[in-house]
């Protein structure tokens, strides 16, 4: 299964992986459009930074996820095959109760007024999650972890 | 007739996961689930959700129609335990039959408490805590109509705002200077309060509601500690609730305040009979022993860790710590530990933001033991797994109170720990811009 690892010691701050992740999530297909629109908010992924430290912050799709088992609403799920943490807006309430329990503050409320929550979903459609594939340094990598999922 | 490997009764957190948990380890030992209630497994907390019209009778259930017959699990909707004879290794349903099990998860919950106030018990009052609850307040909380809500915890003003939804004039009465004294603190519990009373909640605290009358109908008059009179047509009584422990008394099962008293595998005193959820008191970190946490992730958590157990797979429950999620007219409220500290050794950060948003944490020595943050809630879970594992605050605790707190803020071997040893087991780097691994 798959793991987004961030390396701090590549990381400029240059919260590329954010503009990136929230571009992947539009449907828009120009980046500058989309920004123009407005779309580029609700980013999955959070640069952490304090003086020369950041590092990127997305969902870690804990083995035992502590979102998985507090959803009131039974919108967080584990898929058996991919250890993918998912999460259906669909389902759910907009409770809080994941941003309450995750350990990495990787879940947050979604920017867009839906009421619900928002996090990574691996970008399930991509080879490399976009994150990733547009961190101009190697600040994060994808690895496969093997046992799991 | 019937014999099972695994009998649960309850139907709710800690019976779905120990479900869940249970066929983990132990892909065939039969299972039964008996639940009182006629639904399947469903939230609890989302009644107040469905009241207030937010989601519809769909969003209720937990899992999918197919959950037991995909898990290979017998349930019993309506099947009502009366007894448990863990001498026999039986159970008695209120229709007669016997059942037999080799272990026995005890996860029947909790009841709403009942005060004694002069006039109740004769008086049709409606309560708040499952899906029938919610209901039967439908059917009643439509045009026009005024509310008395008795009690301003969690409950209370959950169905106090869902009320209010629905159109009603509500009214909540709580015997505590403030409303929700137990989950919160001074400060939040007035910014709560604030944000309720420009919604239109009528909140009035250091007070009871020592009498009350039946005049039609569901509609009557109670009369307050300082003499005034409030009129409703519809009362709900949240004053507490206890565990549902009494199948576990009449069976002679140790209990503790109330609730089954559980070790740290779930199993109660009696052999092969285990408890999880809000009827069991299991480990506390914060006061390190037993207490009953009436919450939904800690009745999930303890439900996993007694199937688990009840499967086989020895397993320590690692403690659980009080924690809230709630959210009032869109004013939301994270809270973990302890908020309300009893005595001066603790230290207390607090402080308000720009935004309006504020943030209160409780250290002891080092050790971050408490938090609440109310508005801007993101990253509040780093918070909570600081107090949950204990960890050392020593070199960052100053920084808690930034806005924009994380992992920076930590110390590198900390953050390290935490981040880096799934690269280390990684084998495979699957995609990155520069070869820089």
């Known amino acids: 299964m798959k793991r987004i690892i961030p390396r701090e010691e590549y990381c400029t701050d240059c919260r590329l992986c954010e503009v990136y992740c929230s571009f992947s999530h539009t449907q828009e297909i120009d980046l500058v459009l989309a920004y123009r629109n407005g779309l580029l908010k609700n980013g999955r992924v959070r640069v952490s930074s304090r003086g020369p430290v950041s590092f990127a912050v997305q969902c870690r799709h804990c083995q035992e996820a502590p979102c998985v088992l507090a959803c009131l609403a039974g919108a967080m799920g584990r898929e058996r095959e991919s250890g993918r943490v998912t999460h259906d807006p669909s389902r759910c309430v907009g409770c809080w109760t994941c941003i309450l329990v995750c350990p990495y503050g990787a879940v947050r409320r979604s920017e867009d007024g839906s009421g619900v929550v928002s996090k990574c979903d691996l970008c399930p459609d991509l080879a490399v999650p976009a994150c990733v594939e547009h961190c101009p340094n190697g600040a994060l990598v994808v690895v496969d972890l093997e046992g799991d999922g | 007739m019937g014999h099972y490997r695994y009998a649960i009764i309850g139907n709710s957190a800690a019976a779905i996961h120990a479900c869940e948990a249970i066929r983990e380890v132990d892909p065939n030992g039969s299972v039964a689930?008996?639940?009182?209630?006629?639904?399947?497994?469903?939230?609890?907390?989302?009644?107040?959700?469905?009241?207030?019209?937010?989601?519809?009778?769909?969003?209720?259930?937990?899992?999918?129609?197919?959950?037991?017959?995909?898990?290979?699990?017998?349930?019993?909707?309506?099947?009502?335990?009366?007894?448990?004879?863990?001498?026999?290794?039986?159970?008695?349903?209120?229709?007669?039959?016997?059942?037999?099990?080799?272990?026995?998860?005890?996860?029947?919950?909790?009841?709403?408490?009942?005060?004694?106030?002069?006039?109740?018990?004769?008086?049709?009052?409606?309560?708040?805590?499952?899906?029938?609850?919610?209901?039967?307040?439908?059917?009643?909380?439509?045009?026009?109509?005024?509310?008395?809500?008795?009690?301003?915890?969690?409950?209370?003003?959950?169905?106090?705002?869902?009320?209010?939804?629905?159109?009603?004039?509500?009214?909540?009465?709580?015997?505590?200077?403030?409303?929700?004294?137990?989950?919160?603190?001074?400060?939040?519990?007035?910014?709560?309060?604030?944000?309720?009373?420009?919604?239109?909640?009528?909140?009035?605290?250091?007070?009871?509601?020592?009498?009350?009358?039946?005049?039609?109908?569901?509609?009557?008059?109670?009369?307050?500690?300082?003499?005034?009179?409030?009129?409703?047509?519809?009362?709900?009584?949240?004053?507490?609730?206890?565990?549902?422990?009494?199948?576990?008394?009449?069976?002679?099962?140790?209990?503790?305040?109330?609730?089954?008293?559980?070790?740290?595998?779930?199993?109660?005193?009696?052999?092969?009979?285990?408890?999880?959820?809000?009827?069991?008191?299991?480990?506390?970190?914060?006061i390190g022993g037993p207490q009953v946490n009436a919450l939904w992730p800690i009745a999930a958590l303890q439900g996993r860790f007694a199937g688990l157990n009840m499967a086989g797979r020895v397993c320590s429950y690692p403690g659980g710590i009080p924690m809230n999620s709630v959210e009032f007219f869109g004013l939301p409220v994270l809270s973990a530990g302890l908020v309300n500290p009893p005595d001066g050794r603790y230290r207390v950060l607090s402080r308000h933001y720009e935004d309006g948003s504020y943030r209160r944490l409780v250290l002891d020595g080092d050790r971050l033991v408490g938090m609440m943050v109310v508005g801007a809630v993101e990253g509040a879970g780093i918070f909570t797994s600081l107090i949950r594992e204990g960890v050392s605050v020593r070199g960052f605790a100053r920084s808690l109170t930034e806005a924009d707190f994380g992992y920076a803020h930590m110390s590198r071997s900390l953050r390290k720990r935490r981040f880096e040893a799934e690269l280390l087991r990684g084998k495979q780097v699957l995609g990155f811009r520069k070869e820089r691994i």
């Open chain 2, 33 to 286: 689930v008996f639940s009182e209630e006629r639904y399947r497994c469903y939230s609890r907390p989302l009644i107040s959700y469905l009241l207030a019209g937010k989601i519809g009778a769909a969003g209720m259930y937990l899992r999918r129609p197919d959950f037991y017959r995909f898990l290979e699990i017998d349930f019993f909707p309506g099947g009502k335990v009366i007894s448990v004879d863990p001498a026999k290794k039986a159970l008695k349903l209120s229709s007669g039959r016997i059942v037999y099990w080799d272990r026995l998860l005890l996860s029947t919950g909790f009841e709403p408490f009942i005060p004694s106030v002069e006039g109740l018990s004769s008086t049709k009052y409606f309560t708040f805590t499952n899906w029938d609850d919610a209901k039967k307040l439908m059917r009643v909380a439509r045009g026009p109509f005024r509310a008395l809500v008795m009690g301003a915890g969690l409950i209370g003003m959950k169905a106090a705002e869902a009320l209010h939804a629905r159109g009603g004039r509500v009214v909540v009465v709580e015997k505590a200077e403030r409303i929700l004294p137990a989950a919160l603190d001074p400060v939040a519990s007035s910014m709560v309060a604030e944000r309720c009373r420009a919604e239109g909640l009528d909140l009035i605290t250091g007070c009871t509601v020592v009498q009350v009358r039946q005049d039609s109908g569901t509609g009557g008059v109670a009369v307050l500690e300082d003499g005034s009179e409030v009129e409703f047509d519809l009362l709900v009584v949240a004053a507490g609730v206890k565990p549902r422990s009494e199948l576990a008394v009449e069976a002679g099962i140790p209990c503790l305040g109330g609730a089954v008293r559980v070790d740290l595998h779930q199993r109660t005193a009696v052999p092969d009979v285990f408890a999880a959820g809000d009827v069991s008191a299991a480990l506390d970190k914060v």
